[in-house]
């Protein structure tokens, strides 16, 4: 039930017999922003905001026993929410409950709220019946219609006619629109001229039919608005625009309006002949007009009318705070007629004494706005408050928007005229381009700097316009290759281009390509039009080919090598250890003497230490290229790594610590089962602790760590030894192979074993790196992944280390410290 109710969009509220709430559905709940538990088993009283047509108490409507009611209730900000409810008896749980659907109460305007209203429209309105007699007027009509015959109060104009509140020309006017608002029974607008006091004064008259359902007009709703300031302005400023276009005087002194540099026109004296009237009409003392520059966010004034003890002079800069643009623009708080200190705070502080105007104590603050783009102030002044006019502001905002498109006209105008002269020379400079057909195309003037260049320089050499013009040519040319260049260019017949030049020119990322240029003088504008195409891939081409052909010859001559070294070592190496294992046996068994001055033990174990080096670089090298070539095999198992890491470390614990170095070991992991080739794993780790033994001074510690991260299995192997210089930790994986030079170690070894193991590590599909600080010892960080292999079960390990394997990685450990 209790879901069902809750998909209702009703809002639902059940309470029992006492008053207490059961349940709300989610619908209130979200109007009141509450949870079912703040209302369940709490008293409805509480929630209720009493009022003139609501109930005080649950207590009384079941007295009263209404089933539609008012109610309001609190949310959780304590607002207040109006509902109309609707009372109802049923069951829940078992029990007799009353269930009450609210539904939000909508707001209803009466007749005075809708007077209040019109009073405060600031242009006349008022509303006949159908004899044409006067059932309301507004605050703005009783006001105009005072100042035309005596002071009138709103109850002696209601019920009278126009002849007895208008002079004849309005009561005329009037009457024409309302009769032909009862013939066409459709609103009517339309503009009107009036002399009053032998003045013209133009006015805006509405009339709208309010009608009955059959269609017949009941009330004529009637609007008058004086436009007189915004058609003087209207007709003055097309004249002065159009004369000042045709004449093509557009600008006069330099303004920067946004990112445009512009020439603001002084076609604004041209108003200069209705100032006085404007000034009279909105009553104001005084006006500035002021060009906003956006990226100073500052203001020119451009025209100043009155406020004579204002210290600003024709294009003075006044500079703005940074929060002035966004709020003019959107309006906030600046729009209209305001105390003159509201407005200084806006200002430069520095500029705020010479923009004050002495007995100046408002301003009206009106934005010049083209879609959104803020391009210049209409400022008014006012001594005093009470000789201002609010409804002239709708006529100035008017003003203002068309100054706004005066001056954006101008701007494009001029912006026209500029492009189409850039457009003639750049035509002139495409057709000595075509001239010369290729891919770089640059314009260089005598003095070699570069004066314009195409889009291909970034494509082909990676420079952009801006960081090629107005630098040398020569920056951009192979060293060697200036001469060449230049001797040409400099020698060009001014009838024809030369061509064939071919140098090298420099790249962005310090590599450089080749071009073929070609060169035409134009005398007319005394400067070098250059072309080049990219010939570099020709180059590289021939440069591959003889790479390739000497690739080859090292590849076939390594493999080959490789080839034989497998054959020709192995066998005989084998057969010297087995040699040097028997003699080790019969010296044991006492069938070979010898004699006790000559220890032919320990000869013998140098030839087997010596053999199983050998052994190993020819292991690890046909390792490499079985790998290299593709050919190499992994026997994957699901096998817990952390215990084949931890018995191949152990197994050289005794050999290590015989040496007078520490071994530790240590893993916040017993168990991590993951597919790997256990006796890959025994090379890897073997290899890593030979070169950590190889390296670490008597006394040194030798560290091996688990751990379980999300990225997997991390080993850390960390020594006390000698370190790594910092230039060689990125190249210690890679293969130590030089065919043709010497190497020089320090200590022994083949070079090769960190790149099997960095191989290994990868076949597994882990990651290794290395860290180390010179003089301080080596950080290896190996991290494995976990991977399972599917339809494979879990390996028992039956890993045990193999002691010839641990020998021969350890052969080329000597006591070389």
């Known amino acids: 039930m209790k879901e069902f109710l809750d998909k209702i969009r009703d809002r639902i509220l059940i309470v029992n017999a006492e008053g207490k709430i059961e349940f709300c559905n989610k619908c209130l709940l979200e109007d009141l922003q509450y949870t079912l538990s703040a209302y369940q088993e709490k008293k409805l009283d509480k929630f209720l905001i009493p009022g003139e047509v609501k109930f005080i108490s649950w207590e009384e409507l079941l007295r009263l026993g209404h089933t539609k009611f008012l109610v309001s209730l609190r949310n959780i900000n304590d607002e207040e929410i109006s509902y109309e409810g609707i009372l109802n008896i049923g069951k829940w749980n078992e029990k007799q409950i ?189 006006i500035i007009i002021g060009i906003y520059n956006k990226a100073k966010n500052s203001l020119y004034c451009t025209y100043k009318e009155g406020m004579e003890s204002c210290e600003l002079d024709l294009m003075d800069e006044i500079k703005l705070t940074n929060s002035f643009r966004d709020e003019m623009i959107s309006g906030g708080n600046l729009w209209g007629i305001k105390l003159a200190h509201d407005y200084y705070k806006y200002i430069d502080i520095e ?33 005093n408050l009470d000789n201002t006019n609010p409804s002239r502001e709708t006529q100035i905002f008017k003003i203002s928007r068309q100054l706004a498109l005066i001056i954006q006209n101008e701007v494009l105008t001029k912006v026209v005229k500029r492009e189409l002269e850039k457009r003639e020379e750049l035509e002139e400079e495409l057709q000595n381009f075509a001239e010369t057909a290729s891919d770089l195309m ?21 420079w952009t316009p801006s960081e090629l013009i107005g630098h040398p040519s020569n920056e951009f040319v192979y060293r060697e290759d200036q001469q060449r260049f230049f001797e040409k260019k400099f020698c060009i017949n001014n009838k024809r281009a030369v061509r064939g030049i071919i140098c090298r020119g420099y790249c962005k990322n310090k590599s450089y390509k080749w071009i073929e240029w070609s060169i035409k003088y134009t005398s007319n504008k005394q400067y070098y039009v250059c072309t080049g195409r990219d010939i570099s891939k020709q180059k590289e081409q021939e440069e591959a080919r003889k790479v390739y052909e000497e690739a080859l010859q090292i590849e076939k001559i390594k493999s080959e090598f490789f080839a034989n070294m ?20 019969g010296i044991k068994q006492g069938h070979i003497n010898v004699q006790p001055n000559f220890d032919l033990v320990k000869y013998l ?45 152990l197994s050289v614990a005794d050999y290590i610590e015989s040496r007078g170095i520490t071994l530790l070991f240590d893993t916040d992991v017993e168990e991590v089962i993951t597919a790997c080739d256990a006796e890959k794993l025994e090379r890897i780790i073997l290899n890593i602790l030979s070169n950590s033994v190889k390296y670490t001074y008597r006394g040194g510690i030798i560290s091996v760590n688990l751990s379980l991260q999300d990225e997997g299995l991390i080993v850390v192997v960390k020594d006390t030894g000698v370190g790594i210089p910092k230039e060689k930790l990125t190249t210690i994986f890679n293969p ?63 890993f045990e280390p193999r002691i010839e394997q641990t020998k021969m990685e350890f052969s080329d450990i000597y006591n070389l410290y």
């Open 605 to 649: 174990s140098t030839v087997k230490q010596n053999t199983y080096r050998i052994l190993r670089l020819s292991n690890n090298i046909m390792e490499l290229t079985s790998i290299d070539t593709g050919h190499y095999k992994m026997k994957l198992e699901n096998l817990n790594i952390v215990n084949v890491i931890e018995e191949t470390t």
């Open 98 to 286: 009353y269930y009450i659907i609210l539904r939000e109460n909508e707001p209803i305007y009466n007749v005075k709220e809708l007077e209040r209203l019109l009073d405060k429209l600031p242009f006349v309105v008022w509303l006949k019946d159908q004899e044409k007699k006067y059932r309301f007027v507004n605050e703005c009509f009783i006001n105009k219609a005072s100042a035309l015959t005596q002071h009138l109060e709103r109850s002696s104009i209601l019920g009278k006619n126009d002849e007895d509140i208008w002079n004849q020309e309005f009561t005329r006017i009037i009457q024409e629109g309302e009769d032909e608002l009862l013939i066409k029974k459709e609103a009517i607008c339309y503009e009107k001229v009036i002399e009053i006091d032998n003045k013209q004064r133009w006015y805006q008259f509405n009339f709208i039919p309010i009608t009955s359902s059959s269609g017949q007009v009941q009330y004529i709703l009637g609007m008058r608005e004086e436009i007189t300031l915004y058609k003087k302005m209207e007709r003055q400023l097309d004249k002065n625009y159009y004369k000042e276009y045709m004449r093509n005087k557009l600008y006069t002194q330099d303004i920067e309006l946004g990112s445009e540099h512009i020439k603001y026109l002084y076609q604004m004296k041209g108003i200069n002949g209705s100032i006085q009237e404007v000034l009279e009409e909105i009553e104001s003392d005084g």
């Open 566 to 585: 497998s054959h020709e070592f192995r066998t005989p190496l084998n057969i010297i250890l087995a040699t040097v294992q028997l003699l080790e046996k």
């Open 442 to 462: 640059a314009i260089i003037a005598m003095d070699g700097r570069i004066e314009k260049v195409n889009g291909a320089w970034e494509s082909v050499l990676g």
């Open 736 to 798: 130590f192979i030089q065919v043709d030079s010497l190497l020089t170690r320090k200590c022994e070894g083949s070079g090769i074993g960190l790149a099997l193991v960095k191989s290994l590590v990868k076949m597994h599909e882990g990651t290794i790196d290395a860290k180390s600080e010179l003089g301080k010892g080596t950080e290896i960080v190996i991290k494995f992944p976990i991977r399972v292999l599917e339809d494979s079960e879990v390996e028992p390990l039956e």
């Open 351 to 383: 500029q705020r004494e010479a923009f004050k105007v002495k007995d100046l104590s408002y301003l009206g603050c009106y934005p010049i706005v083209l879609e959104d783009e803020l391009l210049g102030i209409l400022i008014c002044s006012y001594s």
